[in-house]
């Protein structure tokens, strides 16, 4: 701590020091179009964070201001943003901001937005949609800047510029999206905390965070990532917040119509089409999308059909009062190949050792947000949300090197309801002529999740019902849940340069669980012996205060060195209680982890040519959960995975990110670019402290020491050439570090890379892409699964071409 405070007291004898050369002083006036003056509004320079307010004249001023070019923002309530550039070079200036009404700008509260229009990605303005980003890792992914292969979702593509990422590649439809990042598991994501428009998604946010539901990407404005300092402002999760960002209708027409149709290899079809705009004198800005997607799949038994439909409505109450209203819903039904053992996939991986597995998902999200704007300085949001959801799963979960001999298939059914609100306040305010924020929140949250398993029916179709409806074979539990969290974060700048966002969360988290599970003896001939009833219910309550602070320290131009450190924790899923699952036994002790997330980088944008971020971060893990390889008892003595808490772990690592735009012009509306990326992540993650010599400085599972992505586009006269690569070294799927098993559950997953290429052509209101994906043809899985939809090795798509065509009306 001594050494922070001697830093920033050096920090602002530096910054005093230099303050005092080559100054000017900027003043200005602020008016509406009729001339009339404008008082109380928020003048900021951007760079060096200085910021005013207007007098009852529009008068302001800002007094010893060094030399140089600045970007000046003013804005006041109910009236639009200007954003301008001036230089300044040592005499005084003058500059006369006109505000116009604010009707036609609904987002007009995103202040110092900084956008990069230049590159694929950036980082999050350090006050952004009632959230404090300051000190914070952050990436934004702006698809429209994309020439990915959107139609299919492929994570591949989409995130090909986010640093540390480790992706799994279940189905090339992109139906579900696994991500983990910094050594986290990409299992349906669950290591961050999923949002649309900053309200969940997942199934449970609190004991099932999986996220079923993936957003369309030919809907989406841009992806937001927050690393593992998102805990203070979105819930306790290692990873941080992936939050997707939908387009909003066109704000200068009343309707604008979008349709994007795909076919592609094994029977894809794809339809996506769109209807946007703004009424009501530009009060009322709509945006609606609905989405078709078919195909057979890339392995025998792999065919799907889904459909997604969303309408987003937003109304300017008032000039203080905004209203947004949200509705989506998803279903898809896809039949699963099952997995393949090691040999199988040296064989053949496309494949299929059963024809007998179906899943099925049903997603219904509702979201209404109110936004009120006291003044210029303090604003409140109220986001309102609910989910009324399902998942249901049939087949054979037996061992995939057993046969599927036929007979009554496991039925497992997920049913999912939960509401939550969440209240955030900010306010802006000046010390010694630099602008402070601070945001607080709560969140109340309710979730109740029922699961059941049983027998099914015997037969290879769809075919979700048990035997034994109302009284399932298995087991049936109801989890009710009750989160209530306390948070705040708050910016202080300390001089030009320097800024300390210190930040806190309460939280406290209630979870029950009620039902019961049966369980079945046999004897070696296969016949029932036995059968005992359990019947189980309890409560657990948890009371805890996370601590997080974050530093960032402008170097000059748009250069920034910043870190954080911040409090983590992750509570027991429902599905770490009770499954019934040959291949797979859960700890009855299993509980929640504890850690906390660090970083340290420096990133920079050079004009318009170059961006590149550096960073170093350690995560730390208490107890963590993992799988183990343990052999089951009498009578077979099967190696099965057992899911606990197997040791501590800590990853430790560096990140990196190049972008060169090489070319640069946009002479007559014709587009002529040439940009380079390289991507690439370091992670070392063991488990440690624990007793075990099986686990003792083993390599945690589902982390791969090295990910590498490169890539370049191409844009000349209206033509478009993408191309990304990217490899990844090799993992273990279990805390054991097991090389091979018979089952395939456990093993190594080997190294791969993959290629991908698109070509497209714009002209006026067309857009033709045509796109390869794994233009190489490589042979390689990203994951060995326990449960649907293996069990064993999944293999990933090969080859598949794709040509869409696009038409703006």
């Known amino acids: 701590m001594k050494n922070i405070h001697v830093y920033i007291i050096l920090t602002c004898l530096l910054t005093s020091l230099c303050s005092r050369a080559q100054n000017a002083r900027l003043s200005g006036y602020v008016t509406d179009s009729a001339g009339k003056a404008i008082p109380e509004a928020i003048i900021i320079l951007q760079e060096p964070e200085l910021s005013t307010s207007s007098n009852s004249l529009g008068y302001f001023e800002f007094n010893s201001v060094p030399d140089g070019e600045y970007m000046i923002t003013c804005f006041s309530t109910g009236r639009k943003i200007i954003t301008e550039s001036i230089r300044l070079k040592g005499e005084d200036a003058f500059i006369k901001f006109i505000l116009s009404d604010l009707f036609a700008n609904l987002n007009a509260y995103e202040v110092c937005r900084q956008q990069q229009d230049f590159f694929g990605i950036s980082k999050l303005a350090s006050v952004h949609d009632f959230g404090i980003y300051e000190g914070k890792k952050t990436e934004v992914v702006h698809l429209k800047e994309s020439g990915s292969n959107l139609a299919t979702n492929n994570a591949r593509q989409v995130f090909s510029k986010v640093t540390g990422l480790n992706i799994w590649e279940s189905d090339g439809a992109g139906l579900q999206l696994g991500v983990g990042g910094r050594g986290l598991n990409p299992n349906r994501t669950a290591s961050f905390n999923v949002r649309q428009n900053g309200y969940d998604i997942s199934a449970d946010a609190l004991g099932y965070p999986e996220s079923y539901y993936t957003p369309p990407t030919e809907a989406l404005e841009s992806i937001e990532i927050v690393r593992g300092a998102a805990s203070l402002q979105y819930g306790t999760q290692f990873g941080g917040l992936l939050n997707f960002r939908f387009k909003k209708g066109p704000f200068n027409k009343k309707a604008e119509f979008v349709s994007r149709q795909t076919l592609g290899s094994r029977g894809f079809f794809n339809s996506f089409n769109s209807l946007g705009g703004t009424l009501e004198n530009g009060r009322f800005n709509y945006y609606g999308f609905a989405q078709y997607k078919k195909g057979n799949g890339y392995r025998d038994n792999s065919g799907f059909e889904q459909f997604t439909g969303y309408f987003s409505g937003i109304y300017e109450l008032s000039e203080t009062w905004q209203l947004r209203a949200e509705y989506t819903r998803m279903h898809y039904l896809a039949q699963q190949a099952g997995g393949l053992t090691d040999k199988n996939f040296e064989e053949n991986p496309k494949q299929s050792l059963r024809d007998r597995n179906w899943f099925l998902v049903d997603w219904n999200l509702a979201s209404v947000q109110f936004t009120h704007r006291f003044n210029a300085r303090t604003e409140l949001n109220i986001r309102n949300f609910g989910l009324l959801a399902s998942r249901k799963a049939v087949g054979n979960l037996e061992r995939i090197n057993v046969i599927d001999l036929g007979g009554a298939r496991t039925v497992i059914d997920g049913n999912f309801k939960n509401v939550g609100s969440e209240t955030r306040l900010l306010h802006r305010f000046e010390i010694g002529n630099r602008m402070q924020v601070l945001l607080a929140g709560m969140r109340i949250y309710r979730g109740q999740t029922q699961s059941a398993q049983?027998?099914?029916?015997?037969?290879?179709?769809?075919?979700?019902?048990?035997?034994?409806?109302?009284?399932?074979?298995?087991?049936?539990?109801?989890?009710?849940?009750?989160?209530?969290?306390?948070?705040?974060?708050?910016?202080?700048?300390?001089?030009?340069?320097?800024?300390?966002?210190?930040?806190?969360?309460?939280?406290?988290?209630?979870?029950?669980?009620?039902?019961?599970?049966?369980?079945?003896?046999?004897?070696?001939?296969?016949?029932?012996?036995?059968?005992?009833?359990?019947?189980?219910?309890?409560?657990?309550?948890?009371?805890?205060?996370?601590?997080?602070?974050?530093?960032?320290?402008?170097?000059?131009?748009?250069?920034?060195?910043?870190?954080?450190?911040?409090?983590?924790?992750?509570?027991?899923?429902?599905?770490?209680?009770?499954?019934?699952?040959?291949?797979?036994?859960?700890?009855?002790?299993?509980?929640?982890?504890?850690?906390?997330?660090?970083?340290?980088?420096?990133?920079?944008?050079?004009?318009?040519?170059?961006?590149?971020?550096?960073?170093?971060?350690?995560?730390?893990?208490?107890?963590?959960?993992?799988?183990?390889?343990?052999?089951?008892?009498?009578?077979?003595?099967?190696?099965?995975?057992?899911?606990?808490?197997?040791?501590?772990?800590?990853?430790?690592?560096?990140?990196?990110?190049?972008?060169?735009?090489?070319?640069?012009?946009?002479?007559?509306?014709?587009?002529?670019?040439?940009?380079?990326?390289?991507?690439?992540?370091?992670?070392?993650?063991?488990?440690?402290?624990?007793?075990?010599?099986?686990?003792?400085?083993?390599?945690?599972?589902?982390?791969?020491?090295?990910?590498?992505?490169?890539?370049?586009?191409?844009?000349?006269?209206?033509?478009?050439?993408?191309?990304?690569?990217?490899?990844?070294?090799?993992?273990?799927?279990?805390?054991?570090?097991?090389?091979?098993t018979a089952t395939a559950v456990e093993g190594i997953i080997p190294n791969y890379s993959v290629a991908d290429a698109t070509l497209s052509y714009t002209y006026k209101k067309y857009i033709v892409q045509l796109s390869c994906n794994n233009a190489l043809n490589t042979a390689y899985f990203t994951r060995r699964a326990e449960s649907y939809p293996g069990p064993g090795i999944i293999p990933s798509d090969g080859r598949a071409l794709f040509l869409s065509v696009q038409l703006k009306l």
Request: net charge positive; charged share 20%; hydrophobic share 35%.
């Open 454 to 740: 049983g027998f099914g029916s015997a037969g290879s179709d769809a075919d979700f019902r048990m035997n034994s409806e109302g009284n399932p074979d298995q087991s049936e539990y109801n989890f009710p849940n009750l989160n209530v969290a306390l948070f705040a974060e708050q910016i202080f700048r300390i001089g030009k340069k320097l800024s300390i966002t210190p930040g806190m969360r309460y939280e406290y988290i209630s979870t029950a669980s009620n039902g019961y599970y049966n369980t079945y003896t046999y004897d070696l001939a296969g016949n029932q012996v036995g059968f005992l009833r359990t019947e189980e219910s309890g409560t657990k309550m948890r009371r805890f205060l996370l601590g997080g602070i974050g530093i960032a320290y402008k170097t000059g131009g748009k250069g920034e060195i910043y870190s954080n450190f911040s409090q983590n924790y992750r509570a027991i899923n429902f599905s770490d209680l009770r499954v019934v699952n040959p291949n797979y036994v859960i700890d009855p002790n299993i509980h929640d982890e504890r850690g906390y997330t660090t970083d340290l980088g420096y990133r920079v944008q050079l004009g318009q040519a170059i961006r590149t971020e550096i960073t170093g971060f350690y995560v730390a893990y208490k107890d963590k959960i993992g799988q183990v390889l343990k052999t089951a008892g009498a009578p077979l003595y099967n190696t099965i995975r057992y899911r606990t808490n197997v040791a501590d772990a800590r990853n430790y690592g560096l990140e990196s990110l190049i972008e060169w735009n090489a070319i640069r012009s946009d002479s007559a509306g014709k587009k002529t670019s040439l940009s380079i990326f390289i991507n690439t992540a370091y992670v070392n993650a063991r488990y440690i402290n624990t007793d075990d010599s099986s686990i003792r400085g083993k390599l945690v599972e589902m982390v791969p020491p090295l990910i590498f992505r490169c890539g370049a586009e191409i844009n000349f006269r209206g033509f478009g050439v993408n191309l990304n690569y990217a490899y990844t070294t090799q993992q273990f799927s279990d805390a054991t570090n097991a090389i091979l």
